[in-house]
C-alpha cells in the first residue's frame, strides 16, 4: 500500500454540542443550598439552553422534550420529580420475547429509570422526591432514558414487531447529500476492499483490521445514518473492537462492507435524516480530553514515523481521530484542525499523509491557545453510546 484511502469532510453540520458548559458549577450550587427545583431545571439548561424556551410551560413546571420518537415528559411539582416517556406499543407484538427483554434491560443496562407496561404500551419511567434530585443521578435519569431508548427501539420493532408510539420528527438529507452519500460510501467501499486484497496478498495481515475499521468509521463519520442502519454500523463497530479471533472479526468486518455494497439504495437514502435529540449519546469534549483520547495514536504514529512505517502511522493516527469523532462531540477548532488534515491527507502517498496526520495531532497534543473550551472537571461523566447494544446479539 503506497496511497491513502479517500476522506471526505461529513455532511453533517458542526461536531460540536449545545452543552452550556458554564451551567453545572450553578447546578451543583443550588442543589447544595437547598433550591432543588431550580438546579432540575438548570440541568437541563446545561444539556441544551434552548429547551427551556421551546419546550417548557412558563412556570417550568413542565416539559415535554423530543428525542427521537420519545417525548421525554418532565414535571417538577412541590415534593416531587417525575419523568415519563412513552416508548413503544407492543399491541400485535410478540410480546413474551419483548417483556423477557425488558425485563432484562431493566437489570442491565438501566439503573435509575426502569420500563413498565401500561396497557399495550412501554414507558421510560421515574420518580423520586426534589431533596433526593442530586444533579448527577438526575442528568444520568435524562441520559439513561434518551440513549437506551435509542439502542433498542429498532431492535423491539424488528425482532418483536413492536410499534412506535408516534413517528420521530424527522429532517432529510437533501437529494444531493444523499447522492453524495452513496456515492462516497461506494468508493470508500472499494478502496477498503481493493486494498484488502493487496495487504492479504503481500500477507501484511497487521494491517487488514485497520483497513476494515477505518473505513467504517469514514462512514459513519461521512453521513451519520439513522435507524436500523445505524444500529447495524454500531454493532459492527463493536465487534470489530471486541476480543473475539482476529481473522473472524476480519471476516464479520469484510462481510458488513460487501453487504453496504448491494444494500438497497432507497433504504440506504431513507435512513440519511437528523432528528431532534434531548441528552446527546456522544462524549462532549475539552481540551484535557481531546488529549487523553489522542495520546496512544500520536505516541505510538510516533514511534511507528521514526521506524519508517509510514502505513502504519497513517492508519493509527486515522483510526484515533475517526474514532475520537465517533465518540464525542467536537469543538470546532479541534475540528477544524482534525478534519482539514485529514482532507489534506486523503489520497496521497502514506509518508506525506502520516507526517500531514502527525503534525495536526501533535498540534493539539503540544499547543494551548487554539481550543477556548476549559477544563470542567465537575462536569457530568458520559458513557460511550451503545455499550450493552450488543444484548441482541450481532
Known sequence: MTINLSFHKTLADSLKSNVNIGMWDKVLSEYDTGKFADAIRNIINYVDPEIEKKFANAERTEYNIPHGSLIVRV???????????????????????????????????????????????????????????????????LREICINADNYDDEFITKF????????????????????????????????????????????????WDVLVVTLLKVDYYCAPQGRLRSEFEKTIIYMNSKDDYYQRLSGGKEFLKKLQTYDRAKFESDLYKIDVFVPYKFRTNLETVRNALKYAWETADKEIKALDFVGATFTLQYGILNFFYSNHVDDEVASILTKAMEEASAKPVQQSATILFEAVNKIMTTDNFIKTKTQSSEPVQEKKGFFSKLFGN
Open 75 to 141: 414535571r417538577i411539582t412541590e415534593k416531587d420529580f417525575m419523568v415519563e416517556a412513552p416508548f413503544l406499543s407492543i399491541e400485535g407484538a410478540k410480546k413474551v420475547p419483548v417483556l423477557r427483554q425488558v425485563a432484562q434491560l431493566n437489570f442491565t443496562p438501566l439503573s435509575l429509570p426502569r420500563i413498565e407496561l401500561q396497557g399495550d404500551k412501554l414507558y421510560f419511567k421515574f420518580e423520586c422526591p426534589l431533596d433526593m434530585c442530586e444533579p448527577y443521578k438526575i442528568y444520568d435519569v
Open 161 to 208: 414487531d413492536a410499534t412506535r408510539v408516534q413517528e420521530p420528527m424527522i429532517y432529510p438529507y437533501s437529494e444531493e447529500k444523499k447522492v453524495n452519500a452513496w456515492n462516497n460510501m461506494q468508493l470508500y467501499i472499494k478502496e477498503a476492499l481493493d486494498t484488502f486484497e493487496l495487504l492479504e496478498n503481500k500477507r501484511l495481515t497487521t494491517y487488514l
